[in-house]
Structure formats: C-alpha cells, structure tokens
C-alpha cells in the first residue's frame, strides 16, 4: 500500500510538472524586457520583474527602474476591445445556457414522451460534431442574415455547443436524483414549481458544474471568433491575442496577454468549485 501511495504521489508530480512547467516558462515572459527574453542562458526566475507590458497590452507606455522605455503595444486596442467583448459573450452564454438546457435536461431525464431516444440522440450527435464543420454553414447563414461581426452572432453559435454538451450532462444527473418531486406533486406542487422549488435547489452543484463547463467553453471558444467576428467591433480576446502572431515579434506582450486571458476562468472554476464542494457534502435527500 505505501509503495502504490508513494507511486501515486510520483505519477502526480511528474504529470503537474509536465504540464505547468511549459506554461510556466512562457508566462514568466510577460515579467521581462527585451533584453532579457534573449539573454543567454535563459534566466529560471525574473531576477527583476517588470509589469511593462502589462501596461503595455493596455495601451500605456512604460518606463523601468533602469529607464527603458517600452513603448504600448500596436494590438493594445484589439486587446482592451477583445476582453471586453469576451465578457460580455462568456456572460450572456452561460446564463442563457443555464436557463435553457437545466429544464431541457430535467425533461429528458423524468419525463416520457414519443421520440424521446430520436431526440437523446440528436442532442448526441451535436455534441460530437466539431465546430469546424459547421463553419461553413454558419458563416453562410451569418452573411445572409447579417450577423457576420456582431456579438450577437456569437452568442448565437456558441449557444449551439453549450446548450447540447450542458444538457447532456445534466440529463445523467438528474436521472440520478431521488424522485421527490413526485411527493411535491401530491402535497399540491405543480410540476413546474415543484421543479423550481424542489428539484433547482438540489441540483445546484450538477447546475454549476454546467455554468463552469459553459463559461470556459465560451470564453476560450476560437475557431468561430477567428472566422465571424476577428477584425470587427466584436473581436473576442482568444481572436485579438492571436493578432500578436502577425506582428513585429513582442513575446512578453504576447504573454502578458496570455496571462490576462486565463485569470477570469480560473475566478470562475475557482468560486464555483467551492460551491460545487460544499454541495457535495449535503445529502440531496435531506
């Protein structure tokens, strides 16, 4: 047994090492200048942090301790345009997902009705299906109707993963729920309040595990962004960022904005998990 802990203990280390040692040695980037991205040997820790291009991305210019100047960032406005408009985007997704695949999924899981497996199975298919299939299609559609560069338009698409991968998650989870709004149902309850009022409230954890899965997937979403919105008022931040890639080589802006673009998804994961926690600790019977 403390061989096959100790095992364990190893195989974890060696996975997290593997993982966040290349992200570190990018990241640690955005806290040099660029005189000493390319110094040789390659510093492991910044000796000398700098926040320059921090300010940098936003659009300020920057002066160090030392003097050097460094100069705001030509992609700065896609930047600051990119968060804004990922936020926007990555908020309205999550709710409106919320708000449409929890009843679809209760529906799926606790009611009969016909060609409910033909259904399941469309549901399935869609969610198998990898964005870059639908590109076309959509990029048609969103030419024809107008909504080509907008935020709207994204929402809209978006809306077309989210919805499908959340509510097939959730229908496993409330096909795992005691059937207690069935004793709702005969002290009086409606289906529909014994749903919002007996069955929400316990399905709040399997409820922001979707919210989580949601606001990643829309805010990292790219594929769509790069083709319908990128060069436009709508610009996501995962399209803006990779803007960098066709400019004069600027690796601590780069990553500084690699930086920006991970701290609101590790807010989210982080708040809601200590909810989805505390949840799992209750007994949903009680």
């Known amino acids: 047994m403390g061989q096959r802990s100790i095992s364990g203990k190893i195989a974890i280390a060696v996975i997290l090492i593997w993982t966040l040692a290349p992200l570190y040695w990018f990241l640690k980037q955005a806290f040099l200048t660029p005189g000493q991205i390319s110094a040789f040997p390659p510093a492991l820790w910044p ?6 291009a921090f300010f940098n991305i936003f659009g300020a210019d920057y002066t160090t301790q030392g003097g050097l100047e460094l100069a705001a960032s030509g992609q700065a406005g896609q930047i600051v345009r990119g968060l804004f408009n ?6 309205v997704v999550t709710v409106l997902t919320i708000l449409l695949a929890t009843p679809l999924a209760y529906t799926f899981a606790r ?16 969610v198998a299906l990898p964005p870059v299939s639908t590109l076309i299609p959509f990029y048609t559609m969103f030419l024809r109707f107008g909504l080509s560069g907008t935020r709207t338009g994204l929402v809209l698409v978006t809306l077309t993963i989210t919805i499908p991968f959340v509510s ?16 709702a149902r005969i002290d009086g309850f409606s289906r529909l309040k014994a749903f919002l009022m007996i069955v929400v409230p316990m399905s709040k954890g399997g409820i922001a595990v979707g919210a989580i899965i949601a606001f990643l997937f829309s805010w990292n979403e790219y594929v769509y962004a790069q083709i319908l919105v990128n060069g436009t008022s709508a610009t996501t931040l995962p399209a803006a960022v990779s803007g960098f890639l066709f ?4 690796p601590q802006h780069l990553a500084a904005a690699l930086f920006v ?8 994961a982080f708040f809601l998990q200590r909810h989805v926690a505390e949840m799992n600790l209750v007994d949903p019977v009680r």
């Open 47 to 52: 000796s000398e942090p700098q926040l320059g």
């Open 86 to 91: 990922s936020l926007i985007v990555a908020v």
């Open 111 to 126: 009611l009969d009705f016909p060609h409910k497996n033909k259904l399941l199975f469309a549901i399935l298919l869609s």
């Open 168 to 183: 097939w998650m959730l229908i496993g989870y409330f096909r795992n729920l005691p059937p207690v709004e069935r004793l």
């Open 247 to 250: 400019q004069h080589p600027q």
């Open 261 to 268: 673009t991970l701290i609101p998804p590790a807010v989210v």
